[in-house]
């Protein structure tokens, strides 16, 4: 299943203002900060559909999104927060996306990792959707993928 990629977007931006008052805009320039390290959250959704949802987002936007959740300045939030923070956005986010799915679907606990040398991924499954934004300059991008049947992993 293909998500409409404006829905994604108005989501996302929808999100942003309102968990964060913070604006989130669509980048289609690619100007955003480029890849450093990094906190990606993910969030798996099992049901009639199965698919994961993953924000892969700078530090400095962690670090920001932290400070707005927790009514704290940037400079005090601690790594925990800053996981806690995107933990927390990738849940709504899923939970948002879920409730455009056609039939009942369950969402997992969010998971996160955070660094500046590795990949995330998750095996057998395929990119349906990928929306690049930019936060005050930094690098946000969410990734909807799609589980694939056996018969489509052997293909």
């Known amino acids: 299943m293909n998500f409409n990629p404006d829905d994604i977007r108005t989501l996302a931006e929808t999100v942003w203002e309102v968990t964060l008052a913070v604006p989130l805009t669509v980048d289609t320039s690619g100007q955003s900060s480029a890849r450093g390290r990094s906190t990606v959250g993910s969030i798996q959704i099992t049901g ?70 590795y990949s995330a991924r998750v095996p057998g499954s395929r990119v349906v959707n990928r929306e690049e934004f930019s936060c005050d300059g930094h690098r946000v991008t969410i990734t909807i993928l799609e589980r694939l049947g056996e018969d489509k992993r052997a293909a």
């Open 48 to 117: 009639a559909w199965n698919g994961a949802v993953l924000l892969d987002c700078s530090t400095e936007v962690a670090r920001k999104a932290a400070a707005a959740m927790f009514s704290s300045w940037p400079d005090s939030v601690s790594m925990q927060d800053m996981q806690d923070a995107v933990a927390e956005l990738v849940n709504i986010m899923g939970g948002n996306l879920k409730s455009l799915l056609p039939e009942k679907c369950y969402l997992s606990l969010p998971s996160v990792v955070e660094g500046g040398d």
